[in-house]
C-alpha cells in the first residue's frame, strides 16, 4: 500500500504535468506544486475509477490515516486496517469499517493506469503534460 500511495501522487502530478518543489505557496512557479495532499486526494476524487468511492472528505482521511502514515509511520492510523481483498474483489475500500482492500486497490491502480494510457495517445494536452512532468524528471 505505501508503494501505491507513493503511485498516486506521481500519476496525478503526471497528469497535470507539474514536478513538486519545497517551497512557500508565493514561491511556486507555474506547472509545480508544493502540497501532496491535494494532488492525492485530487486524483481520488477525480480519477476513475476511485472518483466513484471516495467523497472529498474520505479522500482527506485516505490521505491522513493511510497514506501519511504509511508514509511516516510505516502504519495506518486513527482505526484503519489493510486486508488483503474483500469477498467481490472490487471494493477497494470500506468506509464503515475503516480498511482498505490492498489488492482490490491495486487492481484500481492497474485500471487507471490502462485508461491512462490510452488516452494519452490521443488527448494532446495529456501529452503535453506528460513530457512537461518528465523533462522535470531529468533535470
Known sequence: MTLLCSLIEFLESSYQGKKYRYCKDRDLQENEYNKSKQCFVEFLTTRKPFSDKFTADEA????????????????TKNGWKIWAKSDSGEDIISQQAKTVYRDDFELAVKAYIKAYGNKLTQ??????AFIRKFDALCE
Not at 123 to 128: C, S, T
Open 60 to 75: 482527506l482521511e485516505f490521505y491522513s490515516s493511510i497514506r501519511c502514515g504509511l508514509l511516516h509511520e510505516a502504519s
Open 123 to 128: 488527448d494532446k494536452r495529456l501529452q503535453e
